[in-house]
């Protein structure tokens, strides 16, 4: 038997985003994922905001942007 229950589907416990850390929403999901006990790593290549967690793991890629991101995927 399948079980439907949404409430049992687990949260993963770490997590990688490739954004702009600049960007309010990167800030808020970054923010809002470390809140919920989730360890972020976040990808950038951009100077992250002040406003970012200090539970966010941020690490700024060499490249430039938007090309950095391209070069990032490999």
Request: aromatic letters at 6%; a positive charge; charged letters at 10%.
């Amino acid at each position: 038997q399948q079980n439907n229950d949404f409430n049992d589907v687990r949260a993963p416990t770490c997590i990688a985003l490739l954004a702009a850390a600049n960007s309010i929403h990167t800030v808020k999901w970054a923010n809002g994922l470390a809140d919920k006990g989730i360890t972020v790593h976040l990808w950038t290549l951009h100077r992250p905001s002040p406003d970012i967690s200090s539970q966010v793991h941020v690490h700024v890629l060499p490249w430039g942007s938007p090309a950095g991101y391209v070069a990032a995927a490999r």
